[in-house]
């Protein structure tokens, strides 16, 4: 599957969560799969952390063959036959503001200086997306979704548009999320936003006026992410206690290495596996993301708490909420546990919601809900197929 | 108690584990209580990541008077008619090689250079470690000791005298400890160690010759660990999601700020409770700890691994330990969790050792071995007053 990505300029001002205003904006967005002569086959999927737009399918280059290892980030989930199929229904995946991946973000320039808005890009939330991916719908025609899938932060997102826009929803896939994130989690985001923050490359987040860019800070943040996507058992399994030069030694051959070498006795150079894998995983990802994309979405991560103007009563938050759900979540993800996607199911279900609870036993932690475990694969097929498919309005057709 | 440290000066080489030698070397000790005359009554404390010598007891002003806050440690566990009664038993602190509170460390001379270690000095393992508490026993005329006791890496090193001295020690407490790191446990320190590394003021190591300290790096390696020494329960009933402006405000008799204060809003200032903690405990930690000591004592964690040289066999590993033991875990505790004690267990067990084994149901995670939970006390008293006292020789009087 070729796929394009698009860009919509929007003028009308937006009114963000915080009280500012983004006075017109861009977002970038694909889709993937027809849509139906009455616009009711449309499936919105959200993204989480550092994704974006693109979802599903491959990029074409100059001759329009596919591009090696350019599929989107749900790409085992998303696609012609895949569990939501294309052939069916017509996906949507949209960048979503603040982000560094196209649409209106830090990195672009603000129209009031023609500098990089940098740190003075307004604080965007949750809320504030699903507004924004409201209006992209309503300029694609489409009045009402079929479904909002979204995994992790893009979860969240698929909870709140049940709540904001509980008429223009069916059905509500979270995957693999929580209803607000605890002192842990804040925690996590924190350090990594000291990191980011105090590196002296960040200049109070104008590192772009600066000619400079907080990589250090950005490998820190993304170390410390990986190590919370990952569960304990995946990463003593992967990685366990293997020293890197060992292992290099007997893959070149050398396996007589593994009597012969041992502990460097080391302290800044790598000695094992697991250090190698994340220094690989924050270089790279420094190499991509934006430091203050990075702060907005971590900071959207810590305010989103629908029970927040309900003292904490989740259920009188989800009071309002219409659609159907299936909620997911992996035995190992301890970011964000089964009992915060239980917690989800208990606010719907006291308000007599219809609601699907899987919960699937999954080595892989957090970062389960990006992979292609049958089992969490097989739920979400069914669901699409015997619900999804169930609720068309009458004439219509996926 | 008021107690004063003491400096043991020491000029036979040391030879490391690593093959490097310390030619000569200091360490700062102190000792609570008195050696009874058939020398059998000694309990050797061992000390975790941040601690030092200064295990129990006060010190004195030029008054004589105790000063305020000076408590050591474990102050809550040692002393008179304490758990560890110093009235009892003669217990000795001592910091460890490569620390910052006075044992020789790479914020001291370097005698082939004059100039400070600095990254020159040698890495340093548990085994060392326990080879120069050796040193200073014969020093101090002990031939055997009645116990070893140690929490975290303090139960390391425990769980190693009993391994390279098997016939001078009687009794070892293991509290909150494991037999190795986890690839998450290795993970967590690599992230600390990196943020240290690359923040531009260490130098390689060298800062001191640089009349700098890498403060931005010892901040968030500090922030780190406190996530990992907190559960997750304890840091939500502690912080919850808590903002600081609004406690700030109530505090000062503002009660109306409940409904009138709410987010602000900031990618880069405090907002949550949890935030403002995390940034003290980092800014204090920055003021007193050692950059490179950091490095050194994660490293010597990382290292430890006594199954390494019986194909990760536990049981084989132990099988010289004449000990008999106590463990103690926390339920709670996710950095070594009751599962790493239960595999210490399952291995002494094997070698037909005498072991208690009590698995404590605390909220406060791998902190809680700081901490004066009542059951996890009464079970080191007990064990003292029982087991430890039972087992002095024939004429010795604790």
Redesign the interface.
């Known amino acids: 599957m070729i796929v394009t990505p698009h860009t919509l300029r929007f003028d009308a001002p937006l009114l963000l969560?915080?009280?500012?205003v983004l006075s017109g904006y861009e977002l970038v967005y694909e889709t993937y799969g027809t849509l139906n002569a009455d616009r009711s086959n449309a499936v919105l999927v959200c993204h989480a952390l550092n994704a974006s737009h693109h979802v599903a399918g491959r990029y074409a280059d100059a001759n329009g063959q596919p591009i090696a290892r350019s599929e989107g980030w749900w790409d085992n989930l998303i696609g012609p036959g895949k569990p939501i199929d294309t052939d069916r229904w017509f996906v949507i995946g949209v960048n979503n503001l603040g982000s560094c991946f196209g649409s209106t973000g830090p990195t672009h320039l603000n129209p009031a200086t023609q500098q990089p808005w940098g740190?003075d890009f307004?604080?965007v939330?949750v809320e504030d997306w699903v507004n924004a991916q409201a209006r992209l719908l309503e300029a694609l025609g489409i009045g009402q979704l079929a479904a909002v899938v979204g995994g992790s932060l893009g979860g969240m997102q698929t909870l709140s548009w049940t709540l904001q826009y509980p008429q223009r929803v069916r059905h509500a896939v979270v995957v693999a999320s929580a209803p607000?994130?605890?002192?842990?989690n804040?925690?996590?985001n924190?350090?990594a936003?000291?990191?980011i923050?105090?590196?002296?490359d960040f200049h109070?987040?104008h590192y772009l006026r600066h000619g400079t860019l907080p990589r250090?800070g950005l490998?820190?943040a993304r170390?410390?992410g990986?190590?919370t996507y990952?569960s304990?058992d995946v990463?003593?399994e992967?990685?366990?206690?293997q020293l890197k030069p060992l292992v290099q030694a007997v893959q070149a051959g050398d396996v007589g290495a593994v009597e012969r070498l041992a502990?460097r006795?080391?302290?800044?150079d790598i000695?094992?596996q697991?250090?190698s894998y994340?220094?690989h995983q924050?270089d790279k990802f420094s190499e991509y993301f934006d430091a203050?994309t990075y702060?907005?979405i971590t900071?959207a991560l810590?305010?989103f708490?629908p029970a927040r103007h309900h003292e904490g009563d989740l259920s009188a938050a989800l009071a309002t909420a219409r659609a159907r759900f299936l909620l997911i979540s992996f035995s190992t993800d301890w970011r964000f546990s089964p009992a915060r996607s239980r917690e989800v199911l208990k606010a719907l279900l006291d308000n007599r919601l219809d609601v699907s609870y899987a919960e699937i036993d999954a080595p892989h932690g957090h970062d389960a809900f990006l992979l292609d475990d049958p089992r969490y694969h097989a739920a979400i097929r069914a669901y699409f197929e015997q619900q999804v498919a169930r609720d068309l309005p009458a004439g219509g057709k996926a």
Chains 1, 2 share one sequence.
């Open positions: 969560q915080s009280g500012a740190a307004p604080v939330t607000n994130l605890t002192a842990e804040i925690a996590f924190e350090v936003r000291r990191a923050v105090t590196d002296p109070g987040g250090r490998r820190i170390m410390i990986h190590i990952l304990d990463m003593n992967k990685f366990g206690r502990y006795y080391t302290t800044q000695e094992f697991i250090e994340l220094r924050g203050n702060l907005l900071r810590d305010y708490d």
